[in-house]
C-alpha cells in the first residue's frame, strides 16, 4: 500500500483518490512537523473547526501569539463531515429533482437517467477538496500561527502536553467539537451502519438506505439520497419529523419527502439489526407490534455527543459532563476563568454560524474586557431540504410560555406571493411571533431559500425592529422577500381598530 493511501486510511478518508489526498495535504499533511513551542502564548486554541479556527485567526490578527491544535483533521465537522459535503448532495439531488418536473415549465424531459451515483459522490470530494485549502495547515501557518497536529491534554490549569511538548497559556480555547452518538442498538457490529464521519465515504449506490432520526441531518440526507436514485426509509421516534421546528413547517417538509419517494415511518423505533449474507434485516417497534426491513445501508443520525474526554479537563479545574458538555457561563469562561469554551462542545446551539458567533464574542471577553453574552444571541437555524425551512428565537407555543397572552402570529402563505406562484414553489410559509407593540418574538420560514431570507428577522431581531416597521425595506420585485412587506401590512391591520378607523376618516375628508 503506498503510504499516502495509509495515511488516508488513518484519517478515515475513502477512497483513496486524487481529492481525498488533496483534503488530507490539507488539512492533515503526511510529513508535517510541529513547531518548537513558544514559552508562553496568548492563547492556544483546542480544536480547528469553525470555532477553533475564527479563534484563532481573530487573536493572530490583533497581534497574539496563538497555538492551534487538532487532532484529526483541519476544518472540523463543517468541512470534512457535515455543512459542505451534505449541501454538495443536496445540490445534485435538486438538480435531479428540477428534471423531473420540467414538462410543469413547458420544457421537454430529455434529461435520460436522474442521477450517476458515483459522479454525485466524486464531485462532492472534489468540492471538498477545493473548498479545503480556506482551512488548511498551511494557510494558518502562513498567518503567523503555530500549528500542532495532534492530541491536546491539559496538565495543569496553564499547561497543555501535545505529543510530550508541553505548552503554556494565557488564555486557553476548547473548540473540540462533538461527535455522533451511537445508541447500543443490538446488532450493530455487524451491520453496514453510516454516520455522518463516514457517510461520504460511499462510492457505490445502496440498494436502500434506512435512516434512523427524523432531525436536520436526517431528513437532509433522506431527501438528498432520494433524490439520486436510492430507495429511502426514514424512521423517525416521534410522532413527526424535526420535532424541534414549528410543527406546521415540519409538515410541508415532509410532504415534500413523501414526494420524493422518501417512505416516513413515525413513532416507530429500530430495535435490533440481523446480519447475514443475504443482506441485513432492521426489526423495527411499530404501535401495533413489529416490522422487518431488509436494508444494505443504515444512517444513524440520533444525536450528537461532545468532545470531551481526554482532554484532561480535572487537571485545568474545568467542570465538564460527557452528556452535556463543558458547562460555561454566560460570557462563555469555564469554571476556570482563564479558560473558555465555544461551539459545539459547550452551546446548545450545534451550528456553524453559531460556532463562529460565539468565537468573536470569546475574543472580546477573553482579551479586550468584553462583555458579550451567550444569551444575547440570535441565533437562526435552516435545515437544506427542499424547501428549506429557517427559524429563529421563539415559537408560538415557547412564547405563549415565556410571555403569556400578549403573544400574537401573523402568517403569510406563499400560495399568495408573485414570485412563489411564478416558480412553482407556494407549498410554505412565513411566519412571525410578535408580542407587546409588535416586538418580534421568533419567526419561521419554509421557502426555495428561506436560509437566506431569516437574516432579515434576525437582524430586525437585533436592533429591536417592530413587525410594523418590515414594511420600510424595498424589496426587488418579484422576489420571495415581499412576504415581509405583506407581514408589515397586515400587523398594521391589526392596529386599525374601529376608534382609529373613525379617526383616519375624519382627517381624510376634511384634508378632501
Not at 492556544?44 to 479563534?55: F, N, P, S
Not at 431559500?449 to 431569516?454: L, S, T
Request: one cysteine or more; proline letters at 5%; charged letters at 20%.
Amino acid at each position: 500500500m503506498p503510504p499516502y493511501e495509509e495515511h488516508l486510511r488513518t484519517l478515515e478518508l475513502d477512497p483513496p483518490d486524487e481529492f481525498n489526498k488533496q483534503l488530507a495535504e490539507n488539512t492533515h499533511p503526511q510529513n508535517w512537523i510541529n513547531p518548537k513551542p513558544k514559552s508562553i502564548y496568548d492563547a492556544v486554541v483546542i480544536g480547528a473547526g469553525t470555532a477553533g479556527l475564527v479563534a484563532a485567526s481573530g487573536i493572530s490578527g490583533l497581534g497574539g501569539d496563538v497555538a492551534l491544535v487538532e487532532q484529526h483533521l483541519m476544518g472540523g465537522d463543517c468541512l470534512n463531515y457535515g455543512c459542505v459535503p451534505s449541501k454538495a448532495l443536496i445540490a445534485s439531488g435538486r438538480t435531479a429533482a428540477l428534471q423531473l418536473h420540467t414538462a410543469e415549465f413547458g420544457v421537454p424531459d430529455h434529461s435520460g437517467h436522474p442521477a450517476d451515483f458515483e459522479e454525485v459522490m466524486r464531485r462532492m470530494r472534489r468540492l471538498r477538496a477545493q473548498i479545503s485549502r480556506h482551512d488548511s495547515v498551511g494557510r494558518f501557518s502562513e498567518k503567523g500561527i503555530d500549528v500542532f497536529l495532534g492530541h491536546a491534554q491539559f496538565v495543569d490549569h496553564r499547561t497543555v502536553e501535545i505529543g510530550g511538548q508541553r505548552i503554556r497559556f494565557r488564555r486557553a480555547i476548547i473548540a473540540t467539537g462533538a461527535h455522533p452518538f451511537v445508541p447500543p442498538i443490538p446488532g450493530i457490529e455487524n451491520a453496514p451502519v453510516y454516520t455522518n464521519l463516514t457517510l461520504f465515504n460511499l462510492t457505490a449506490k445502496p440498494d436502500h438506505l434506512l435512516v434512523i432520526g427524523g432531525g436536520p441531518i436526517g431528513v437532509e440526507m433522506s431527501q438528498a439520497f432520494a433524490r439520486i436514485g436510492v430507495k429511502v426509509t426514514l424512521v423517525q421516534g416521534s410522532a413527526r419529523i424535526l420535532p424541534r421546528d414549528d410543527s406546521e413547517a415540519a409538515a410541508v417538509v415532509a410532504r415534500s419527502l413523501i414526494n420524493d419517494g422518501v417512505d416516513i415511518l413515525s413513532s416507530t423505533k429500530l430495535s435490533r439489526l440481523s446480519t447475514s449474507a443475504s443482506g441485513t434485516e432492521a426489526i423495527l417497534e411499530i404501535s401495533d407490534g413489529q416490522r422487518s426491513v431488509k436494508t444494505d445501508a443504515i444512517l444513524l443520525a440520533v444525536g450528537r455527543q461532545p468532545t470531551v474526554k481526554n482532554l484532561g479537563l480535572d487537571a485545568a479545574g474545568v467542570v465538564f459532563d460527557e452528556r452535556k458538555g463543558i458547562s460555561i457561563d454566560d460570557f462563555f469562561r469555564t469554571s476556570n476563568h482563564s479558560i473558555f469554551a465555544i461551539g459545539d462542545v459547550a452551546g446548545s446551539f450545534q451550528f456553524t454560524h453559531a460556532a463562529e458567533a460565539m468565537a468573536r464574542a470569546t475574543i472580546a471577553n477573553a482579551f479586550f474586557f468584553g462583555r458579550q453574552r451567550l444569551s444575547r444571541l440570535n441565533v437562526p437555524w435552516t435545515t437544506y431540504t427542499s424547501p428549506e425551512l429557517a427559524g429563529v428565537g421563539m415559537s408560538v407555543d415557547s412564547a405563549h410560555k415565556k410571555c403569556g397572552d400578549k403573544v400574537q402570529r401573523i402568517r403569510i402563505d406563499f400560495k399568495d406571493v408573485d414570485r412563489a406562484i411564478l416558480d412553482g414553489e407556494t407549498d410554505g410559509f412565513l411566519k412571525i411571533v410578535y408580542g407587546k407593540q409588535g416586538l418580534i418574538l421568533g419567526a419561521t420560514i419554509v421557502a426555495p431559500h428561506a436560509g437566506e431570507m431569516i437574516g432579515e428577522i434576525v437582524a430586525a431581531m437585533n436592533r429591536n425592529v417592530r413587525v410594523g416597521s418590515l414594511g420600510q425595506t424595498i424589496h426587488p420585485y418579484p422576489t420571495f422577500s415581499e412576504a415581509f412587506k405583506q407581514a408589515a401590512d397586515a400587523y398594521r391591520r391589526t392596529l386599525l381598530t374601529p376608534s382609529v378607523a373613525k379617526i383616519l376618516r375624519w382627517l381624510l375628508r376634511r384634508r378632501a
